[in-house]
């Protein structure tokens, strides 16, 4: 059963804006956190941004200010709006679930979407 599914990925140039959409189940979406992962050719997948059942965000310095994490309990989906995209910003994009507290490590989630691709280039 796909507990995640995201979208809104595709190729925009530096400057852009992008908003990525994670539909949810009603379970996790009402008793989880969730949270933005990405993950670049080559490295290792990094912290985005998280937002727990209330609705706190917490996001990385590397992109505090230009992102922004909301939830829309009426659709059960957490969005991911990415302004001022800059081409170091191309990565797969993923949306994951815990039952916990938010937290910056991938291992700490139970649920993983598929991902979705962002590239910006000019």
């Known amino acids: 059963q796909v507990q995640l599914v995201e979208s809104g990925g595709g190729l925009v140039q530096p400057g852009d804006s992008l908003r990525l959409s994670c539909a949810a189940s009603d379970r996790i979406f009402r008793s989880y956190a969730m949270a933005w992962f990405r993950q670049a050719p080559g490295k290792e997948r990094e912290f985005v941004g998280a937002?727990?059942?209330?609705?706190?965000?917490y996001y990385a310095d590397s992109i505090r200010g230009r992102f922004t994490i909301s939830r829309d309990s009426a659709k059960n989906t957490v969005y991911l709006r990415m302004n001022s995209l800059k081409p170091e910003d191309t990565a797969v994009y993923y949306c994951?679930?815990?039952?916990?507290?938010?937290?910056?490590?991938?291992?700490?989630?139970?649920?993983w979407g598929q991902g979705t691709q962002v590239s910006v280039s000019s």
């Open positions: 937002t727990s059942r209330s609705g706190s965000t």
């Open positions: 994951a679930a815990r039952s916990g507290i938010m937290t910056m490590t991938p291992r700490d989630y139970d649920y």
